[in-house]
Every structure is written in C-alpha cells, then in structure tokens.
C-alpha cells in the first residue's frame, strides 16, 4: 500500500513537473500587451512628422494618420479636441482608442506611427474602435508599401 502511494505521489510530481515547465514555455513566448511609454508618441515633433506626412485614413469617428518608424513596434499618438465633448466623454474615448490598440498592436505592421485624431461623438464600444482602427492601418499600409515600390 505504501509502495502504491509512493508511486502515485511520484507520477504526480512528474505531472506537475511538466506542466510547469510547459507553462514557463508558454509564458516565455507569450506577447507582451502592455502600453509602455516606448509605444507612445510624445513630442510635438513626432506628432508633426506623422501628420505632415500626408497619409491618412477616415473612419467613422476618427482618423488615422501613418509614417513608417525605423523600430520593430508600432507607436501610438492621440489628439482629442475639446470639441469632442466634455473632459469625462474625451476621457472615455482615449481609454477606448488606447485599449484597442493595446490589444491589437500585435497584429498591426511592425513600425508605423499613428496618430489618431478623434471627430466628435459620443463614446462607442471597445470593438467599434478596433474594428475602425484595424481597417484604417491595413489600407494605411497598403499605402505606403505602393509608395515604396516607387
């Protein structure tokens, strides 16, 4: 009996030994949705060379200004207007934009800037701004990947 529970409690290290390690695997290789400060766009410089270069997409709400960057994440930059509405409605609206691209920076291109520049209108769901923000990157890229060809 006790060579019994003694194998038993072996096969079950030996389990948990190897579920750990397929877990430390998944962690290691699992992507990173953070927003560090790394993803922004923060100086009035930045924000001039995206906007000055003329490429732009309008969707719905917003529109989505793309430069190519010499980095291997894509940054992100908002401009929200007064006009969009009281301070709580523009604070919504960026919490939104920024969680959906939070979430959706790993299937974008690698190493575009946007700016996002908010049109005024009440606050929509999460998933409006993803689906508004993907569309306008993949026809932004499509953009500059012709002009490139030139």
């Known amino acids: 009996m006790i060579d019994r529970i003694a194998v038993v409690a ?22 990173s949705y953070t927003f560090p400060k790394s993803h922004r766009l923060r100086t009035k410089r930045e924000f001039d060379e995206v906007y000055h270069a003329k490429v732009k997409d309008n969707r719905g709400p917003i529109v989505v200004f793309a430069k190519p960057n010499e980095l291997s994440h894509p940054r992100l930059g908002l401009s929200v207007g007064r006009a969009v509405g009281t301070a709580p409605r523009r604070n919504a609206i960026k919490r939104r934009v920024r969680e959906a691209f939070r979430l959706m920076q790993h299937d974008f291109p690698q190493g575009y800037d946007l700016l996002i520049v908010v049109r005024p209108h009440a606050p929509l769901p999460l998933a409006d701004y993803q689906r508004a923000l993907s569309g306008a990157v993949v026809k932004l890229h499509k953009i500059w990947s012709e002009r490139e060809k030139e």
Do not use: H, P, Q
């Open 10 to 31: 072996a096969s079950s290290v030996a389990v948990f030994e190897k579920r750990r390690r397929e877990g430390l695997y998944k962690l290691l290789n699992a992507k």
